[in-house]
C-alpha cells in the first residue's frame, strides 16, 4: 500500500513538473509573439509553482506536493469497521434512519400470529387484558377506588363460590361473568418465600 502510494505521488510530482514547464513556454512564447496576444506571466512565479530544472531543489518540490496531496493522505480509512456499524449503513434508506439497527428481538405470537417484541405480549392481548382490568375497576366500586381498606383484594367470577370461604379476612369482589380462559387464579396469588 505504501509502495503504491509512493509511485503515485512521484508520478503527480512529474507530471506538475512538466505542466509548470509548459506553461512556461507558452507564456514566453505569447509575450515574444507581436500579435498582441500577452499572457500574464507574473503567476507562474508564483513560489508555490515549481521552477525551472536548474532552480529548483528537492526540498521546494516536497513542499509543493506536501501542500498538493495533504488532503488526499487524510482519505485512508485507519480502523476496520465494526459489525455493528456495517449493517447500520446497509440499512440506511439514503440518509434516513442513521442509526437503524435491524431489529431481532421481534417475533410472532403464538396463539393470534400477530408480531410482537420478545418477552411482552401482542397488541390484540394487551387490549383484551385492558378490557377485563376495566371491568374489575368498575365492580370494585368507587368507594374503594378512593379510601382502599387495608385488606387484600379479591376477585370472583362466576362458579368459584366455594372458594370465598377461604377468602376470609380479605375484600371479595364479585364478578358476574366466568373467568376468560386466559386469566388464571393463580395470576393473582401471592407468592410465598
Known amino acids: 500500500m505504501a509502495a503504491s502510494l509512493r509511485r503515485c ?5 512529474l507530471e506538475c513538473q512538466r505542466f509548470a514547464r509548459d506553461l512556461r513556454i507558452i507564456g514566453t512564447a505569447l509575450q515574444n509573439s507581436g500579435n498582441g496576444l500577452a499572457l500574464n506571466t507574473a503567476t507562474l512565479d ?7 530544472a536548474h532552480e529548483r531543489d528537492s526540498k521546494s518540490s516536497s ?3 506536501d501542500s498538493v496531496f495533504s488532503n488526499v493522505l487524510l ?4 480502523n476496520r469497521r465494526s459489525l455493528e456499524r456495517r ?4 440499512m440506511q434508506m439514503a440518509g ?4 437503524a439497527v435491524p431489529r431481532k428481538d421481534i417475533v410472532a405470537d403464538l396463539d393470534s400470529g400477530r408480531w ?13 387484558v385492558k378490557e377485563e382490568t376495566e371491568k374489575m375497576k368498575e365492580e370494585l366500586g368507587e368507594a374503594m377506588q378512593y379510601t382502599a381498606d387495608q385488606k387484600e383484594v379479591v376477585f370472583l367470577y362466576e362458579g368459584e363460590e366455594s372458594e370465598k370461604a377461604k377468602q376470609q379476612g380479605k375484600y371479595v369482589v364479585q364478578m358476574k361473568k366466568e373467568r376468560p380462559t386466559w386469566f388464571h387464579k393463580s395470576l ?3 407468592k410465598t418465600d
Do not use: W
Open 9 to 13: 505521488v512521484t508520478f503527480l510530482t
Open 46 to 52: 508564483h513560489p508555490s509553482l515549481p521552477q525551472a
Open 63 to 65: 513542499d509543493v506536493l
Open 75 to 78: 482519505a485512508v480509512q485507519r
Open 87 to 90: 449493517m447500520t449503513r446497509r
Open 96 to 99: 434516513h434512519f442513521e442509526y
Open 116 to 128: 410482537k417484541e420478545r418477552g411482552t405480549i401482542c397488541r390484540h392481548h394487551y387490549a383484551k
Open 188 to 190: 393473582l396469588e401471592k
